[in-house]
Nanobody
Framework: QLQLEESGGGLVQPGGSLRLSCAAS????????IGWFRQTPGKDREGLSC????????YYSDSVKDRFTVTRDKTKKTAYLQMNSLKPEDTAVYSC??????????????????????WGQGTRVNVSS
């Protein structure tokens, strides 16, 4: 069974950076697309970014485009979300999800990752001075 574990969250000042990791166990992730989401209390879960299984395509929501970067390292069975220029409104629990897929990264893939993917437990990010 595919299991995902996020790490790298914490407290950071506005304008700072964090890199989140999404590590897989049980599977190699070679055929899995990866998505990143976040959620704050009282708000709907927000899809942020995804990367295709081959790593060649990525997709970002408007809220994080040009600030966040998603990558993957197949040898380490890990995906990353580099977050720069963090804002207080980025405070949330961040989760990754994985789904076997051959699709390029786009909004449709992100939606399928949310509906059908396997989820990690999440890591908390707090952006505050």
């Amino acid at each position: 069974q595919l299991q995902l574990e996020e790490s790298g969250g914490g407290l950071v000042q506005p304008g700072g950076s964090l890199r989140l990791s999404c590590a897989a166990s049980g599977f190699t992730l070679d055929t899995y697309a990866i998505g990143w989401f976040r959620q704050t209390p009282g708000k709907d879960r927000e899809g942020l970014s995804c990367i295709s299984a081959d790593g060649y395509t990525t997709y970002y929501s408007d809220s994080v485009k040009d600030r966040f970067t998603v990558t993957r390292d197949k040898t380490k069975k890990t995906a990353y979300l580099q977050m720069n220029s963090l804002k207080p409104e980025d405070t949330a629990v961040y989760s990754c999800t994985a789904l076997e897929s051959t699709y390029d990264a786009n909004f449709r893939l992100l939606h399928e990752l949310e509906i059908y993917g396997s989820w990690g437990q999440g890591t908390r990010v707090n952006v505050s001075s």
